[in-house]
């Protein structure tokens, strides 16, 4: 799926440290797959910057993977579930939540004002979710942890698809090799060596075939096919 980010600048890496805190789905990095939404914002933070406002493209591979990889939360509308979750993340004394992704509608400003009217007790739940019907389709995914980061890449850096093109058989090759299960032979080679050095373009492991990788991982933990 490709999706978008709009700021002041064109994202170069991503730095989670600097994502803002008590937001709808809490402290991440922000994307959309509806393009004009980016742009929107991109000249409505840009003109705070004094800047034009730019959009970075990005490929999220949503992929079975992924869903094995991360804990991932999905909302599909505006509904009881996803008020109740956004109300938590934006009060500034819970704690974050344990999903690595989060996906689901967008509570823009208008939104959020009635909210705020929702939690003043001016209006009740049940008649500001039959409000919500009626919103119009918004869209946003958060990554919340470096974890997740590892499954967004920019379009423009299509050289380095670590889960597409690595992650995903050498996962899949331990599964069947070793009867393992998905969620344990995912979590050794993620938290491998191999893993840390394929992450550093710098190594230019990433530019060798999967099976090449696989080998050293085997001979990191001391495995035999």
């Known amino acids: 799926m490709n999706v978008y980010h709009g700021s002041f600048t064109v994202i170069e890496e991503i730095d989670l440290s600097k994502a803002i805190p008590n937001k709808d789905f809490g402290k991440g990095f922000y994307v959309t797959k509806f393009r004009q939404h980016a742009e929107s914002w991109a000249n409505i933070i840009g003109r705070?910057?004094?800047?034009?406002?730019?959009?970075?493209?990005?490929?999220?591979y949503d992929t079975e993977f992924t869903e094995r990889l991360c804990r991932v939360k999905h909302f599909d509308d505006y509904d009881e579930a996803w008020l109740d979750f956004v109300?938590?993340?934006r009060n500034p004394f819970s704690k974050m939540h344990e999903y690595d992704i989060v996906e689901g509608p967008v509570a823009n400003d208008k939104v959020q004002n009635r909210i705020g009217n929702y939690l003043d007790g001016l209006i009740s739940k049940s008649?500001?979710?039959?409000?919500?019907?009626?919103h119009e389709n918004t869209h946003q995914i958060c990554f919340c942890t470096l974890?997740?980061?590892?499954?967004?890449?920019?379009?423009?850096?299509?050289?380095?698809?670590?889960?597409?093109?690595?992650?995903?058989?050498?996962?899949?090759r331990l599964v069947t090799d070793f009867n393992l299960d998905e969620q344990t032979a995912t979590d050794k080679f993620f938290t491998s060596n191999v893993?840390?050095?394929?992450?550093d373009k710098k190594s230019n492991l990433y530019k060798k075939d999967w099976t090449e990788v696989y080998k050293l991982l085997l001979d990191e933990l001391k495995l035999q096919t």
């Not at 008649?127 to 009626?134: H, I, M, T, Y």
């Not at 893993?195 to 992450?199: G, Q």
């Open 48 to 60: 705070k910057h004094k800047t034009k406002g730019v959009v970075t493209e990005f490929i999220f």
């Open 87 to 89: 109300v938590e993340n």
């Open 127 to 134: 008649d500001f979710l039959e409000e919500l019907k009626w």
């Open 147 to 172: 974890k997740s980061l590892l499954t967004l890449q920019r379009t423009d850096r299509k050289q380095f698809s670590l889960l597409s093109r690595i992650g995903e058989p050498i996962v899949e």
């Open 195 to 199: 893993f840390a050095e394929l992450d």
